[in-house]
């Protein structure tokens, strides 16, 4: 290996790194606010890109329908909800319509906006549109009832999540895989280094979320409040903050980070609607590395993992993913010795 | 015999007669998916029901397992019988290596590197040249047993569910034994365990070995019954599905394990012919089904479907009991008791800084041998921090505590408990689901020494006799051997407290320390409790005192610490303590 391979391997480690930073950061988000372990994570990414992709043969994507299932479900729990507590009516229909109005309303619209050919990133904003609804959807109907069950419980809730989720990807995309299109095709060329315009929105990309997360929990109230639960959910609960809606919230953002994640990763791999899974999990191999809490040091580790997947696959492509997921047992051992405290529930 | 053995033995008696019964071959087939998933499941009962810890990465160990036999007996010719010992050590090294590196952390980290581990052998499995990649190694051998051939799914039928049900009854054996109540107190949360004697890392790595070794077990009989082996079984979504199995059984429960492992088998079944014909098309969807019931179950029904068997055959068969066999049993030995006056607790200057507070600043105290110390203070003083310090479960910032001549100030707390040294807690910590007497014989843990396999094989029930002597001795003197058959979590809080008491007087302590004792005893229980101190303190037993009542502390103690913001206000007899200005000052505040 010389210089310029080496300098290749760790720019497209690097470029993938950016993603898995970004997926790093929502699993530590919904672990720091929601104590969700949030396996099926990558299942949006796979959701984002295959929606992008099937916008793209100007059909209808299987997303909508899946939405209008799921938002149904989560209607109806909320009619019954208020009609066992003895709620008056107007308060449930009023609750009902919240929860159905915006999924109803960009499922008709993708239907209306589907076969007719829209530019590559109207189809992407869409996308966008479209899967981050599902973060709710996912948190209201499986986590939100069991908001005060030990780790480990909502850690099962979460594999379930993921059948779930990956065998309703199979059902509604499909068995088929699909590579976007590329949103800039230009290269350029630094010496022996090509950067692709998709690399450039990828870091564009990552670091413009990167710092909106940061300024959203530093300045803004929402954030604050995000923050605040994170610390401690009753005593935030008394402050007046939700924590149901805290959940919703950064569920939501979880959402939009992994479509956003697949419209990145979409044109670089073929994916398909179970690669979702090992993407996310690289994002966790990360947010591992920060023991779950340090937004800085995911980014840190989703780079190193996204750089040790680059060289792994050019010494032993084969073994690629060993490696990769090998690496969490070293930085596992690191972090037990370096702060060994156990948990007192 | 017991109504409850005899309906295991004519569970037993009727699957032995299913494979010469003309059960057609179907049916065998399942029953023996049905017994080597259980196999699993079960080590999933011991890791996630009784310990609170979990794993995804139970179907890597079923291949490691698999693998390592149909390697060694196809390339090499090697028995099955003893390429069984070479599965079994390669597991253990790799349980060993994922536990004590993960285990030491909060809880999560188990499974998540399982997980890890999980993929990481599948995709070794699928590229290594010798393992045969994704094909896998075809033509494995059947096994024998002395002459006798086990190749037909009938024969190796009794094999698998020898396995199965031998297996299921060591478990239940272990349960109920030394090591069953360490290990189902680590869900208890740590520092009660701890305060027990109790190594919970060492349990906690233990039942993840045996819930690895349980998986091995399964995975070589997989082997030899499939007669091939390809990665595709032990992939990570097969590792969820033993722990759906286990979920939906009913994880809190042995039998649970096989429930679960029947039901999902014969769903699973069902589920591959009919949702192809509905949804068009091919694969597998019956993971969607699997996935939402799997959080259906623990939202609505978070222990299984075995509670609902349970419930059902609670009409016919009595509740078991245990048996009062220990009358002859011989006495636990005793330790050393300190001679009476004796300097036996030395606290020097101790201090614990939480960041910049200060929450005990340099408090000293002594007690000596057949004392009763009271440590009193307002809300708020350090009083039960002290109590942590000296106890071990809290690191101490500064100064030391000797106890009987030895320096144990930064030892961990079970080791302070090996000392001597035992105590109850502010907030009662007991486990609910075990009886009362059962709970207390956790205390005798350091008193005895039965491991696993004597558990398993029941070669401890002597030991077992002499512990629940002790026990019933020990809720005999504090008033509670009628409720000795309680469920621990039906009893009120006095009695609870009482318990614990009872507990810390089963490991046969030198210094009893007792933390708000008569909190939420009526005025007769108090009574009582004081009869009780007063009657281990002519036993030549030593007591330290947390308690708000000042009628009891007062009657009761021969010398008294006042505390005030964590720092010792005075120490003096009870009635130097009531005449003080300064305490005075500190609970009802002074006037300006």
Not at chain 2, 54 to 67: D, E, I, N, P, W
Not at chain 2, 103 to 131: C, D, I, K, V
Not at chain 2, 559 to 580: C, D, H, N, Y
Request: glycine share 10%; proline share 4%.
């Amino acid at each position: 290996m010389d210089f310029s391979i080496a300098s290749i391997l760790t720019l497209d480690g690097v470029t993938n790194g950016a993603i898995y930073a970004l997926l790093a950061m929502a699993t530590v988000l919904l672990f720091a606010v929601t104590r969700v372990i949030f396996i099926p994570q990558g299942e949006f990414v796979a959701f984002g890109a295959l929606t992008l992709a099937i916008l793209q043969t100007n059909q209808v994507p299987g997303t909508v329908w899946l939405l209008l299932i799921m938002t149904a479900v989560a209607t109806l729990l909320e009619v019954v909800h208020g009609i066992r507590r003895g709620a008056p009516a107007a308060r449930w229909l009023k609750a009902a319509a919240q929860t159905a109005a915006y999924p109803v309303a960009i499922s008709l619209l993708t239907i209306w906006a589907a076969p007719q050919g829209f530019p590559l990133w109207v189809q992407a904003l869409l996308t966008l549109a479209l899967v981050t609804p599902f973060g709710s959807l996912v948190y209201r109907l499986a986590y939100e009832s069991l908001a005060d069950a030990t780790v480990l419980v909502l850690l099962i809730v979460s594999v379930g999540v993921h059948f779930a989720l990956t065998g309703l990807a199979l059902l509604f995309f499909g068995a088929e895989g699909f590579r976007n299109p590329s949103f800039w095709d230009e290269r350029f060329s630094i010496g022996a280094l090509t950067l692709s315009g998709q690399a450039v929105i990828i870091f564009l990309a990552s670091a413009a979320l990167i710092v909106m997360l940061f300024l959203f929990f530093e300045r803004s109230l929402y954030g604050k409040a995000l923050r605040a639960t994170a610390v401690n959910r009753l005593g935030a609960r008394l402050m007046g903050i939700s924590s149901t809606n805290a959940g919703r919230l950064s569920f939501t953002m979880a959402a939009f980070i992994g479509a956003l994640s697949g419209l990145l990763i979409g044109p670089t791999t073929t994916i398909f609607y179970d690669s979702g899974f090992l993407i996310g999990l690289k994002g966790f191999v990360a947010a591992v590395f920060a023991g779950l809490s340090s937004y800085p040091l995911a980014a840190v580790g989703a780079l190193g993992v996204g750089v040790l997947e680059a060289f792994g696959s050019f010494w032993a492509s084969a073994f690629k993913e060993v490696i990769v997921f090998t690496s969490i047992l070293p930085v596992l051992l690191w972090r037990s010795l370096r702060d060994p405290h156990s948990d007192e529930e | 015999m017991n109504a409850r053995q005899m309906v295991l033995a004519g569970v037993a008696a009727l699957l032995a007669l299913l494979p010469i019964a003309g059960v057609p071959e179907f049916w065998i087939t399942q029953l023996n998916y049905i017994g080597l998933f259980a196999i699993v499941a079960l080590g999933l009962v011991l890791l996630t029901g009784v310990s609170g810890l979990t794993s995804f990465g139970q179907a890597a160990f079923v291949g490691l397992g698999a693998y390592t036999s149909a390697y060694l007996s196809t390339a090499h010719g090697v028995s099955p019988w003893l390429t069984i010992l070479v599965a079994l050590v390669i597991t253990v090294a790799v349980a060993l290596a994922l536990a004590s590196i993960t285990l030491r952390m909060s809880g999560h980290y188990l499974p998540l590197a399982t997980m890890a581990w999980g993929l990481s052998l599948y995709y070794t499995m699928s590229n290594m040249e010798f393992l045969g990649k994704y094909d896998g190694i075809l033509g494995v051998p059947a096994m024998e047993f002395f002459g006798i051939s086990l190749a037909s799914g009938r024969s190796y039928f009794y094999l698998i569910w020898v396995v199965a049900l031998l297996a299921a009854v060591a478990v239940i054996h272990l349960l109920d034994s030394r090591t069953g109540r360490a290990i189902r107190a680590l869900k208890g949360g740590v520092t009660m365990a701890e305060a027990m004697g109790i190594s919970t890392y060492s349990y906690k790595v233990l039942v993840f070995v045996l819930a690895a070794i349980l998986a091995c077990v399964s995975g070589w009989l997989f082997a030899h019954f499939q007669r091939t082996v390809n990665p595709s079984p032990f992939a990570i979504s097969k590792g969820i599905e033993y722990l759906f199995m286990a979920v939906l059984g009913g994880v809190g429960n042995v039998w649970g394990a096989f429930v679960g492992a029947g039901l999902v088998k014969l769903l699973e079944d069902q589920l591959q012919v009919l949702l192809p014909k509905l949804f068009g098309g091919s694969g597998n969807y019956e993971i969607i089904v699997f996935g939402i019931v799997l959080v259906v179950v623990l939202k609505y029904a978070p222990q299984g479907l075995w509670p609902f068997v349970e419930k059902l055959a609670g009409r016919w068969l009595p509740a078991q009991r245990r048996v009062r066999d220990w009358a002859d049993a011989a006495q636990l030995e005793e330790r050393s008791k300190p001679t009476p006056g004796e300097l036996l607790l030395d606290v020097q200057a101790v201090r614990k800084q939480f960041g910049g507070l200060v929450a005990v600043n340099d408090v000293s105290f002594t007690i000596r041998a057949g004392e009763i110390i009271g440590l009193i203070g307002p809300n708020g003083a350090g009083k039960s921090t002290t109590f942590n310090l000296i106890t071990g479960v809290l690191p101490l910032t500064a100064g030391n505590v000797t106890f009987r001549g030895e320096k144990v100030g930064g030892l961990a707390s079970r080791e302070i408990a090996r000392r001597g040294m035992s105590r109850t807690f502010q907030h009662v910590k007991m486990l609910p689901e075990m009886t009362v007497l059962e709970n207390v014989a956790l205390g005798g843990y350091l008193r005895s020494h039965a491991g696993v396999v004597k558990a398993m094989l029941r070669l401890d029930r002597d030991e077992e006799r002499r512990l629940f002597k002790e026990a019933e001795r020990q809720l005999e003197r504090i008033g509670m051997k009628d409720q000795m058959h309680e469920l621990a979590g039906n009893l009120a809080l006095g009695p609870a407290r009482l318990m614990e008491i009872a507990r810390a007087l089963c490991t046969d302590p030198a210094l009893l320390l007792l933390d708000e004792p008569a909190a939420g005893l009526r005025h007769k229980e108090k009574q009582a409790l004081s009869t009780v101190l007063r009657q281990l303190k002519a036993e030549g037993l030593s007591i330290l005192l947390v308690e708000h009542d000042m009628d009891f502390v007062m009657n009761l103690t021969d010398r008294i610490t006042v505390m005030e913001f964590g720092t010792k206000l005075i120490e003096g007899t009870p009635e130097e303590v009531q005449a003080s200005p300064a305490v005075r000052a500190a609970y009802l505040g002074t006037e300006h």
